[in-house]
């Protein structure tokens, strides 16, 4: 059974940072690209991060890049966010997601986990 965990959500003020894990098991790791997306009530799923961890290519929106900065420890098959110079806007349900295509669109994603919540308080 596929199973992606995230966790490492929270509060945080403005300019603090978290890392947000994502636990996968049931599948070859090294096959599927992650995603991180995040989403707030009322708007569709935004694509923030991905990573093919076979070769290391990594995806960061705009909104993100300089900020964030996704890795992979593939002996764990876990696949880390960290998020530094938070800012309000930030907030969100993150989730992290299997596929495998590289992209940044949601709908080509197959296994989601649930999501983890950060607060970015101003």
């Known amino acids: 059974e596929v199973q992606l965990q995230a966790s490492g959500g929270g509060l945080v003020q403005a300019g603090g940072s978290l890392r947000l894990s994502c636990g996968a098991s049931?599948?070859?790791?090294?096959?599927?690209?992650i995603g991180w997306f995040r989403q707030v009530p009322g708007k569709e799923h935004e694509g923030v991060s991905c990573?093919?961890?076979?070769?290391?290519?990594?995806y960061y929106a705009d909104s993100v890049k300089g900020r964030f900065t996704i890795s992979s420890d593939n002996a764990k098959n876990t696949v880390y966010l960290q998020m530094n110079s938070l800012k309000p806007e930030d907030t969100s349900v993150y989730y992290c997601?299997?596929?495998?295509?590289?992209?940044?669109?949601?709908?080509?994603?197959?296994?989601w986990g649930q999501g983890t919540l950060v607060t970015v308080s101003s």
């Open positions: 049931g599948f070859t790791f090294d096959d599927y690209v």
């Open positions: 997601a299997a596929g495998v295509v590289f992209t940044r669109e949601p709908k080509e994603y197959d296994y």
């Open positions: 990573i093919r961890s076979s070769d290391g290519s990594t």
